[in-house]
């Protein structure tokens, strides 16, 4: 293939894939080191979920069996949990990231095959369905897979194998969202 014929986002160097799986798998050591437990995203979220209710309707969250337990479980408040500030470190460490290696744009990347807009509208639905599902299955993909997986649970293991499994049988449906 020719250096014309690669597509301009391709080009772009990126972080090696093996560095940063033991770079991760390092973080996570010290997360269960330093917190007990592994890492997770869904939690963060739920955490600016809860604070945000606590604020606009404290009523209905004293009211409420979920949001009262999750306030009892942090008595500091939601959002000084841990993993609020590995989210927070995510944001930051990918802008920063992508601002020093000359990706930070304010562009929508799709395939010429569709629209900007249908783009964001299929990444929102899909965003929608993976919150649901990560409430559902009780933690997001780090959190039941990676974590599960590190502490050698078998549950760690399943869930991985359904998490690629499902995204490899769907991929062909919504490939063309893509390419």
């Known amino acids: ?106 562009q929508v990347e799709h395939s010429p095959k569709i629209t900007s807009r249908k783009r964001l509208i299929f990444a929102l639905a899909g965003g929608i369905l993976f919150g649901i599902g990560s409430q559902l299955g009780r933690g997001c993909t780090s959190g039941s897979a990676l974590s599960g997986m590190a502490v050698l649970s078998m549950g760690g293991f399943i869930s991985m194998i359904f998490i690629f499994g499902t995204a490899y049988a769907l991929a062909y449906f919504v490939r063309k969202l893509w390419i």
């Open 1 to 106: 293939m020719s250096e014309q014929s690669i597509p301009e986002f391709r080009k772009t160097s990126y972080f090696n894939p093996y560095v940063g799986g033991v770079l991760l798998g390092l973080v996570l050591l010290a997360a269960f080191y330093i917190s007990g437990r592994g890492l997770g995203a869904s939690g963060a979220v739920k955490s600016a979920v809860v604070a945000g209710v606590e604020t606009i309707a404290p009523s209905h969250a004293e009211n409420t069996k979920f949001y009262s337990d999750y306030a009892d479980a942090h008595p500091n408040g939601p959002l000084k949990s841990w993993l609020v500030f590995e989210m927070l470190g995510v944001l930051i460490g990918g802008f920063i990231s992508g601002a020093i290696h000359g990706r930070l744009k304010l």
